[in-house]
């Protein structure tokens, strides 16, 4: 067992004993530039307390890191370098000298088309051949090999203990608040592709949260934020990460133990830390070419000054009447036309400035929206973007003359989320969320063949008359707070003409609902889905062995057909979304063995 002197090797405790039997739980949080993994053994009657892993390939001097770069090194399509040691000297040597194919940014091709279209995102190509599928089970595979090498490494007797466990290990990921049952039902898949789970396990054992929550969780328990909180007082987050900064207010339900509602549904921006660097990088092309230099010139250099400016200028950048310094070459490159000398370009403070302002606008405004009508009195920021400088006076600026207070973390060398995703899993402290959407069902409503509405749209015959297709049920609202304990159902039927029908494929397909308002109408007259509308997931039960749950029932001409009564339900006891069906059979209630079923596959 390590028990050198580094701080992030001592075990980090949270409140409480863990009551329930003895497992592993892994944090994970694979962020658009950096990533971080977190796991707690948690026994049986013992201490809450997980551990960072850090001296990840490529940085085990650096014995408190627990970030890693988010990236890749394909050869074809082999996976032959990871994070770390993937920025090595070494490793650029080999990329350039064997014609590799990086893999960086490859978070945002998961992003929801409407979070990508909205913010007009420009994705970074991935390496030809090798699909986002791959690219995310390489990527888990190489946190879990090492993650199983740092748990046994550093906890007593870890090689057994992992071997126990290994096959009940629990694993939560933390995504963006934009993220929803599609994302979710890609990376169950890859951490299932990665070793983490199996397939008839992942369902139970691989768990979501939303990097906001996860954050809210470690500020709670590991700031003095918690020691502040008052009952019935408000708070927001202010996640900002690489590519997305997500922001939710949260009020304190009560403190002994701590619990937290959302107010209203969170939001997420594409305004994060790497839409900075493409301002820059824009620039830095454009001033190198204007200066003339060979395209081979502005190639090196414009990249080698990002690389510079995203490690140094942008960290450092506070005031806009300070310049800032770019190493775009080496020493023995000079040009006054440009402002560089011995390789280091000088930029204008208020050049500096409207690389963040696509940004910053997107934030401020997200996080004026969320605040509205709030009394909150703090925004606690975090993510790898919120170690701004520029970000936190910009907030400070605008908030704190409100009476709301900014308030950061002050551990830059790790992944909050990861850590957070842990404490989420074990704690749950938020008791209230409100759905960023409206979900429901398509219905079929009484024809009326002389109303406009009805007229040529498609219908079905049921047992007791003519109904038209397409209209819309809603089963959970977008934007009101919904009790985490709380399942919300609403009740349906179905007619037969037999009292054997096939119901060994019963299915549910559940749609989610962008806009406000509740329409009358999901689909327009030709069958295709109106504005706002997109499949959700589909429910799917096998319901042959319960016919008894089929009622007979009469017409008014006196035919008799049967109907089967049911309940769609809506769980969102954690940030995920589940739906089942359930059914009443001989005065018992029963609940289907649903499964939530993605509709496309996002391979």
Excluded at 121 to 148: A, C, R, S, W
Aim: glycine share 8%; with cysteine.
């Amino acid at each position: 067992m390590n028990t050198n002197g580094s701080a992030d090797m001592a075990p980090k405790t949270f409140h409480g004993t863990w009551n329930e039997p003895s497992k592993i739980a892994i944090g994970i949080d694979i962020g658009t530039t950096q990533s971080g993994v977190s796991f707690a053994y948690l026994q049986e009657g013992g201490e809450k307390k997980f551990l960072r892993v850090t001296q990840w390939p490529g940085q085990e001097s650096q014995n408190q890191h627990g970030k890693i770069p988010t990236i890749i090194w394909y050869e074809g399509n082999q996976a032959v370098s990871f994070g770390a040691e993937a920025l090595s000297p070494h490793a650029e040597e080999e990329a350039e000298d064997k014609h590799w194919k990086l893999a960086k940014y490859f978070k945002l091709h998961l992003h929801p088309d409407d979070l990508a279209a909205k913010h007009g995102l420009e994705l970074e190509p991935l390496p030809n051949g090798v699909p986002l599928t791959q690219i995310y089970v390489d990527f888990l595979k190489y946190l879990l090999m090492h993650t199983q090498t740092y748990f046994q490494d550093h906890i007593l007797d870890g090689k057994t203990i992992w071997q126990t466990y290994k096959p009940t290990l629990e694993v939560v990921i933390a995504h963006p608040n934009g993220w929803g049952i599609k994302e979710q039902s890609f990376l169950r898949s890859a951490v299932v592709a990665a070793g983490f789970s199996t397939p008839s396990d992942a369902g139970t054992r691989v768990h979501f949260v939303t990097e906001a929550e996860a954050s809210v969780h470690f500020c709670t328990f590991h700031t003095n934020l918690g020691d502040q909180l008052q009952t019935g007082a408000s708070f927001a987050v202010c996640d900002a990460g690489g590519s997305t900064v997500d922001t939710t207010v949260y009020s304190v339900k009560s403190t002994s133990p701590l619990r937290l509602e959302e107010i209203r549904a969170s939001d997420c921006v594409q305004a994060g830390a790497i839409f900075i660097d493409q301002k820059a990088k824009q620039y830095l092309y454009e001033i190198l070419r204007n200066a003339k230099l060979a395209e081979e010139e502005v190639e090196e250099y414009a990249l080698r000054g990002v690389k510079d400016f995203e490690s140094n200028a942008k960290r450092a950048f506070r005031d806009v009447y300070v310049d800032q310094s770019i190493e775009v070459a080496g020493t023995r490159f000079n040009n006054a036309t440009i402002r560089t000398r011995r390789g280091r370009m000088n930029v204008s403070g208020p050049t500096i400035k409207t690389f963040f302002d696509f940004s910053l606008d997107q934030i401020l405004a997200s996080v004026d929206s969320q605040l509205e009508s709030t009394s909150a009195s703090s925004i606690i920021l975090v993510g790898g973007f919120g170690e701004s400088l520029f970000l936190r006076e910009q907030l400070k600026e605008r908030f704190e003359p409100r009476g709301c207070q900014v308030i950061t973390t002050s551990d830059g060398t790790s992944k909050a989320v990861a850590d957070g995703a842990l404490i989420w899993f074990s704690s749950n402290t938020v008791v209230k969320r409100a759905p960023r959407f409206s979900y429901g069902i398509e219905v079929v409503v009484p024809h009326k063949p002389h109303d406009q509405d009805h007229k040529r749209r498609p219908t079905v015959s049921w047992p007791t008359g003519l109904y038209s297709r397409g209209g819309w049920s809603q089963i959970v609202t977008k934007d009101v707070p919904v009790d985490s304990d709380i399942v919300t159902r609403r009740p349906y039927h179905r007619e037969y003409q037999s009292a054997n029908p096939q119901l060994d494929n019963f299915t549910e397909v559940i749609w989610k609902h962008t806009l406000p308002g509740v329409p009358e109408w999901m689909k327009f007259k030709t069958g295709s889905p109106m504005p706002g509308f997109d499949r959700a997931c589909s429910v799917k039960a096998n319901l042959n062995d319960l016919r008894q749950a089929l009622s007979p029932q009469k017409t008014s001409n006196g035919e008799q057909y049967w109907s089967l009564k049911f309940n769609v339900c809506i769980h969102f006891g954690r940030t995920e979304l589940q739906a089942f069906v359930e059914w009443v059979e001989n005065g018992v209630t029963c609940t289907g063995p649903a499964e939530i079923m993605s509709p496309t596959d996002l391979s």
